[in-house]
């Protein structure tokens, strides 16, 4: 696997709460340089990176982040004001409280509400595994997939451990067709990133991939 075909798999992230605006800026240029498939970026920047850059990347923010505890409405405001502001992707974190209470109902609502915002842009459901039983993991592979949702997404990279290769294998047997997954959290290393990839995963989310390739002669 090239370094190429790694990077076009990778929404370059930063989403640290002291991020500046000329930390965003480096990322963005680094994205447009090396054609990520992505930058992942904190909403209030959104507006800013898409009259700064407009077409030249694609521009991902977040929702309900990180901990998913906002109520519905709310993030279904977010969502609206971060497609206004030229985002094109949509990283959403679920309610773990309804999780843990079996409101799987609400969570379904939840996911189905946002999808229907975002229409035919790309919605990411963040169901963050380090807090969710073998149990859980499986019913929300079925919630994804019956909202609609575009992607499932391990992690937050806030919370107690980020992705492992055990849940990738796990959401293959259990998301529809037409669901892809996005792996994020504690992907450090080249071989990381093509474990990752090998192993069913579309896109990884990491702030570290383009200091672990560039400038290197790529790999068959």
């Not at 992907?187 to 570290?208: H, K, P, Q, V």
Request: with cysteine; net charge neutral.
């Amino acid at each position: 696997m090239t370094n190429e075909e790694i990077l076009r798999h990778i929404d370059h992230t930063l989403l640290k709460a002291v991020a500046s605006w000329e930390d965003i800026r480096t990322l963005c240029n680094e994205a447009v340089q090396y054609k990520t498939a992505s930058v992942c970026i904190p909403p209030a920047y959104s507006k800013p990176v898409q009259e700064t850059y407009g077409k030249k990347l694609t521009l991902c923010t977040v929702v309900g982040f990180p901990l998913g505890y906002s109520v519905s409405r709310v993030k279904a405001a977010e969502t609206e004001q971060a497609l206004s502001d030229g985002a094109s992707e949509i990283d959403m974190v679920i309610n773990l409280g309804d999780v843990k209470n079996h409101r799987f109902d609400r969570v379904l609502e939840e996911i189905t509400c946002l999808k229907k915002v975002v229409g035919d842009r790309i919605l990411k459901v963040i169901v963050e595994t380090c807090y969710l039983t073998m149990e859980e993991k499986i019913r929300l592979c079925e919630l994804v997939s019956s909202a609609g949702a575009d992607y499932i997404k391990t992690s937050t990279g806030f919370g107690t451990a980020g992705a492992v290769l055990e849940d990738i294998h796990l959401f293959k047997q259990h998301i529809g067709p037409q669901v892809k997954i996005k792996a994020a959290g504690g992907i450090r290393t080249r071989e990381d990133l093509e474990s990752f990839l090998n192993a069913g995963c579309d896109r990884i989310g990491t702030s570290s991939a383009v200091a672990l390739l560039r400038g290197g002669p790529g790999k068959a």
